[in-house]
């Protein structure tokens, strides 16, 4: 398996783990952890369609970048104003 799909595997595992964690209690934690690693697996599914499914270096610069990439008009357009949205609420920060 190649890196980026290893990657957006282990995001993946930690949006079902909050998932799975729910507890209304904790709703606004849980809520702040999901929407961050919504980010990041957007942002890596972006990178991997920019590579065409090829293995890909991960850096900072290539994430941030990936999702502008995207055509706004394209199949993938929603992720694009998707990742619009998460940068509002989600920071890497």
Known sequence: MNKIDSEILTIDTAICKNIDKFHASERGLLSQNILSQLRNFVEH????????????EITFEALKNA?????????LGYLRRF???????ASHY
């Not at 599914?45 to 890909?56: P, S, T, W």
């Not at 999702?67 to 199949?75: V, Y």
């Not at 990742?83 to 609420?89: D, P, R, S, T």
């Open 45 to 56: 599914i972006a990178l991997k369609e920019e590579a065409n499914g090829q293995d890909v």
């Open 67 to 75: 999702p502008n990439r995207l055509q706004p008009t394209g199949s």
């Open 83 to 89: 990742h619009n949205f998460l940068q509002g609420v």
